[in-house]
């Protein structure tokens, strides 16, 4: 009898004890029809992450990083302890599974498709935009002057607004990372995350590495989550993160005369909202004139 695949489900924590009970919960079911292995890969939680981890998942496994390393780190260290895996499962704490969910995404899985990921669906029911087009200065410059409407047009927009874009299969350059699905072989060929991204562009970096090695990542509309999340829409400090690694990944992948202009077209962006008032932006804007004073954009 062939043996059912294996999933390792990483879960990254950090003070997350008010919402991972509900992700645990929902784990079982979300994953029926699959062996799995759960992974806590916790950040330094003043809270008792660690204690509700253990209480409500007594066979997982509890990876204490020592500190808020971040996402990426944690994901590394989290699968860095796991078994065996035909793949790796990496979710937020704030993610509530579906019956089956993972299953369909591990089916999507192989031939050249290394990443699937899921709808989202907020926590009020609405579709979180989840879809993303690959950074670019057009896109850049798009945002910066029609704002979120520049999505409508593929080459003056990052994120895929069209709802009826979500409605059909189909393989973006990245998806927002709060649920990714990675087979053990783009993982084996890609390499771990990188860890000089804190939060926010780690899901992007490894998509589009993992498109350089030939994999893609496919979008699987009849799968729905829920995520709790959305914290980078308020918080000013996130926001600012969020720009800044922007930045720092079309570095990663282009010229410095290039990320200059890039860097120019998020600029105008946030300064333009700052001037209407947005506390977010004002924070971002300070950001981004630190950003090019720093020693290297590059780690």
């Not at 981890?53 to 020592?66: D, F, I, L, M, Y």
């Amino acid at each position: 009898m062939t043996p059912l695949p294996s999933v390792a489900v990483v879960v990254v924590t950090w003070n997350s004890a008010a919402v991972l009970p509900e992700l645990l919960a929902s784990l079982p079911a979300g994953l029926a029809g699959l062996r799995y292995q759960l992974i806590i890969a916790d950040n330094a939680s003043a809270d008792d992450t660690v204690e509700v981890a253990r209480r409500h998942a007594p066979s997982c496994t509890v990876v204490q990083t020592g500190r808020n390393a971040g996402y990426a780190a944690g994901f590394n260290a989290g699968l860095a302890a796991a078994g065996r895996y035909d793949a790796a499962l990496v979710v937020n704490p704030d993610i509530r599974l579906t019956p089956g969910s993972v299953a369909t995404l591990y089916a999507a899985l192989g031939g050249d498709v290394g990443i699937a990921v899921p709808r989202i669906r907020n926590e009020d029911g609405s579709l979180a935009r989840s879809l993303r087009r690959e950074p670019t200065i057009a896109r850049a410059l798009g945002e910066a002057f029609l704002g979120q409407r520049a999505g409508r047009f593929a080459g003056l927009g990052e994120t895929v607004v069209d709802d009826a874009a979500y409605t059909r299969p189909a393989c973006p350059d990245w998806a927002t990372g709060a649920i990714m699905l990675m087979s053990a072989r783009c993982l084996s060929v890609c390499g771990p995350w990188d860890e000089s991204f804190f939060l926010y562009s780690e899901e992007t970096e490894f998509a589009l590495r993992a498109r350089d090695h030939g994999f893609r990542t496919r979008y699987l509309p009849q799968v729905e989550v829920t995520h709790l999340g959305g914290e980078s829409r308020v918080s000013p400090r996130l926001w600012s993160l969020l720009q800044v690694n922007r930045v720092r990944l079309y570095r990663k992948r282009h010229t410095a005369a290039a990320t200059a202009l890039f860097w120019a077209a998020v600029l105008l962006r946030e300064s333009s909202r700052a001037a209407l008032g947005q506390a977010r932006s004002r924070a971002a804007v300070a950001a981004l004139l630190r950003y090019p004073a720093q020693p290297s954009a590059r780690r």
